[in-house]
């Protein structure tokens, strides 16, 4: 006659606990993928003509606006711009690097230098409409940390970033 030892797996409380927690968070951040993009995104935004100047659009950046839409008179989008997007015109051409002159006129620039010289023409985009879930999978698949959030007539209401999306998750997560 054999005996069977039953083995019993004694988890701690902190164990426990955490994965519990995990199933919450889990819970939690299937509930964020379901979340409408025009609850999280932010409304306050700054928004520029393709004609102001680029040194202008400069001062009007702040540790808050880290991205500016261009729009037009009627408050559609016709472009964007990031402060990563300007670094790029702040970098020389390395030293032995072939550039014919279109390259070379992107360095250059003066007091003149506007916007629409600038700015991303056919920005990423996401639908007032859409949800978080599509907007994380956008952002993940293109590398993009701001998306303009427009209509179907593209008329922007907003701007959706990266730590909008953290603010929830880390509102939810507490």
């Known amino acids: 006659m054999s005996i069977r030892k039953k083995v019993c ?4 409380k902190r164990k426990l606990v955490l994965m519990a927690r995990k199933e919450e968070l889990s819970h939690n951040i299937k509930y964020i993928s379901k979340v409408p993009v025009k609850i999280v995104m932010d409304r306050e935004f700054l928004k520029v003509k393709p004609e102001t100047s ?3 659009l400069i001062s009007m950046f702040t540790s808050e606006e880290t991205s500016a839409v261009v729009v037009d008179d009627d408050g559609k989008l016709i472009g ?3 402060m990563k997007d300007l670094l790029h015109y702040f970098v020389p ?4 690097s072939i550039a014919g002159f279109g390259m070379l006129k992107k360095y250059v620039l003066n007091r003149a230098t506007r916007v629409e010289d600038v700015m991303i023409r056919r920005p990423i985009v996401i639908g007032v409409d859409d949800d978080l879930g599509q907007a ?6 293109t590398g993009k940390h701001h998306l303009p959030v427009i209509d179907k007539d593209r008329r922007v209401h907003g701007i959706l970033e990266v730590k909008d999306i953290i603010r ?4 939810v997560s507490s």
């Open 54 to 56: 680029l040194f202008e």
């Open 80 to 82: 964007f711009i990031t």
């Open 136 to 141: 994380i999978k956008l952002m993940v698949e």
């Open 168 to 171: 929830l998750i880390r509102i």
């Open 9 to 12: 797996r004694i988890i701690g």
């Open 93 to 96: 051409p390395r030293k032995y």
